[in-house]
């Protein structure tokens, strides 16, 4: 995989992004339905939740993983790629609502999915300092660690994980993956928290994480980070987190990471009507060029003629 991680650049997604007068034929718009294959896509009040299941417990609270897994999936005969996608919400706030729909999607195109529950902290505790994120990096790790140990009663295959998420959930899962310590005690730790590739929406990647190492992606990028596909509003105050981030893949020669920008978008345009379609086909096709998933994109487009630009 290494070799074809390394060699991806635009042309993947510039079949489906650059040209999004794409799809706008009539003949697409005026059709009573999408066709069979379409996948028209499912509002956060529509979306639903999948199987809970309880991963870890904290402080006497329950922490809950939602898996949803692809039509007929047979467990015992077959073991596919999963994707574990952790909330956003400012590490104080949000829920699984948030990603079901790109869950109950992502099932649909041949993968078992989960979205994660995890510990938050008070608006003081972040306000005071980026150390308190802490718990809600561990209880991520937690997380994959479960999803694996877990993956032959789910038909998973714990060599091809995909993790991700929006904005705070961004920033848990990148620091999950890649911090040695933060570890639950209890955990099973001869299960990695190691991926192999990460759909992250507007990470929230602060310039005062540097308070702690162990919070700061930009401390713990290696050269050997696993592919990504990231998605930014021009005007979001967070881009410039990625930028410093960016800044330091360079001199280590990691040219696997794609960055796409909404020209006049701010923070969240994954939650936007038509912002939220064009992503998750860019991220469908990002992962089919990792062959990590078959066929092209079911996910209808948007109505609006609204593109992404590579801002590599």
């Not at 994120?133 to 877990?150: E, G, L, M, N, P």
């Not at 040695?180 to 759909?199: C, E, H, R």
């Not at 990002?286 to 209808?300: C, K």
Request: with cysteine.
């Amino acid at each position: 995989m290494k070799s074809k991680i390394t060699g991806l650049k635009m042309k993947k997604l510039t079949m489906v992004i650059m040209s999004l007068c794409w799809l706008q034929s009539a003949a697409f718009i005026d059709a009573k339905a999408p066709a069979k294959d379409d996948y028209i896509p499912l509002s956060r009040a529509d979306a639903p939740a999948g199987k809970a299941y309880t991963y870890n417990t904290q402080n006497g609270k329950d922490l809950q993983i939602e898996v949803y897994s692809p039509e007929g999936h047979n467990s015992t005969k077959k073991a596919v790629p999963g994707m574990i996608i952790f909330h956003g919400g400012g590490w104080t706030g949000g829920n699984v609502s948030e990603f079901r729909s790109l869950c109950h999607y992502f099932a649909s195109r041949g993968l078992v999915t989960a979205t994660v529950e995890y510990r938050l902290i008070t608006k003081d505790q972040r306000r005071e300092s980026s150390r308190f994120k802490r718990v809600c990096i561990t209880d991520a790790k937690s997380a994959i660690r479960w999803f694996k140990q877990h993956a032959p009663e789910l038909g998973v295959d714990p060599k091809r994980i995909i993790t991700g998420g929006g904005s705070a959930g961004g920033h848990v899962s990148l620091l999950a993956t890649t911090t040695p310590g933060l570890n639950d005690p209890d955990d099973p730790m001869q299960f990695d928290t190691s991926v192999v590739a990460y759909i992250l929406f507007n990470p929230a990647l602060s310039g005062g994480d540097a308070v702690d190492a162990e919070v700061s992606f930009q401390e713990q990028l290696k050269a050997d980070i696993p592919p990504s596909i990231v998605f930014f509003g021009s005007e979001d105050g967070w881009l410039k987190g990625w930028k410093r981030v960016q800044t330091k893949m360079k001199p280590l020669g990691i040219e696997n990471s794609e960055l796409w920008m909404a020209e006049g978008q701010g923070h969240g345009i994954f939650n936007q009507p038509g912002w939220s379609n064009i992503s998750i086909i860019a991220a469908d096709q990002f992962l089919n060029e990792l062959g990590l998933i078959e066929g092209e994109p079911t996910m209808i487009a948007p109505d609006a003629e609204i593109s992404l630009k590579s801002a590599l």
